[in-house]
Every structure is written in structure tokens, then in C-alpha cells.
Nanobody, 123 residues
Framework: QVQLVESGGGLVQAGGSMRLSCAASGRTFSTSAMGWFRQAPGKEREFVGGISWRAGMTIYTDSVKGRFTISRDNAKNTVYLQMNSLKPEDTAVYYC????????????????WGQGTQVTVSS
């Protein structure tokens, strides 16, 4: 019943910006946390960052700090990933996930996942 739907992916040149959205339905996640993950071909799924729905507290992996920003709109049950100064190394399928009370860095701690959206950064 719970669904997460990512959108906003596509092709962008290095140095450009892109904003991803994750819309949740079936329930609210106002007391939970949301994580963003990414996975490139042949690589493990990597934690990008996360947000506490209620407080708006965010954490990020070191490689995206200062470039990516996560925000949320609790009324719309939607989380955003703003990506600036994109690099070719950011190319991956990006997923949003939800479920834990606190932000977690491992995929196994999340109960619900979106279908993913492709982000390709060209040089």
C-alpha cells in the first residue's frame, strides 16, 4: 500500500544542478526518517544523505557535503534532494527510502523504497 515515487532525474553536464523529488503515499512519514541512496552499475548501493521528517535534521555522506541539500515538505509528504556542482562520479540511479525512526546509513534499515530515477552527469 505504501508507495514512494522518485522523479526529476535526467542528463546534466558537470557543474550543473538537478533536484529530485520523492512523493510518498499510503501513509505519512512525519515521525520517521527518509534516506537517499544511489547505485552505479557494478557498485554497492551507497548512502547519500537522510532527513528527519519532523525536525528537518539532515546528514550527508562526505562526498556530497556542501553540494547536496535535502529538504522536506511534511504537508505534501514529499522529500527533495537538491544537487549542485554535479560531477560525473555522481552518475547513478538514485533511490529514496523510508521507515526508520532515526536516520540510518544502511539500506537494510529501511522498509520502503522507490523505483529509482537515473541521474547522468556528463563531462
Amino acid at each position: 500500500q505504501v508507495q514512494l515515487v522518485e522523479s526529476g532525474g535526467g542528463l546534466v553536464q558537470a557543474g550543473g544542478s538537478m533536484r529530485l523529488s520523492c512523493a510518498a503515499s499510503g501513509r505519512t512519514f512525519s515521525t520517521s526518517a527518509m534516506g537517499w541512496f544511489r547505485q552505479a552499475p557494478g557498485k554497492e548501493r551507497e548512502f547519500v544523505g537522510g532527513i528527519s521528517w519532523r525536525a528537518g535534521m539532515t546528514i550527508y555522506t562526505d562526498s556530497v557535503k556542501g553540494r547536496f541539500t535535502i529538504s522536506r515538505d511534511n504537508a505534501k509528504n514529499t522529500v527533495y534532494l537538491q544537487m549542485n556542482s554535479l560531477k560525473p562520479e555522481d552518475t547513478a540511479v538514485y533511490y529514496c527510502a523510508a521507515g526508520p525512526t532515526l536516520i540510518r546509513r544502511t539500506a537494510r534499515d529501511y522498509d520502503y523504497w522507490g523505483q529509482g530515477t537515473q541521474v547522468t552527469v556528463s563531462s
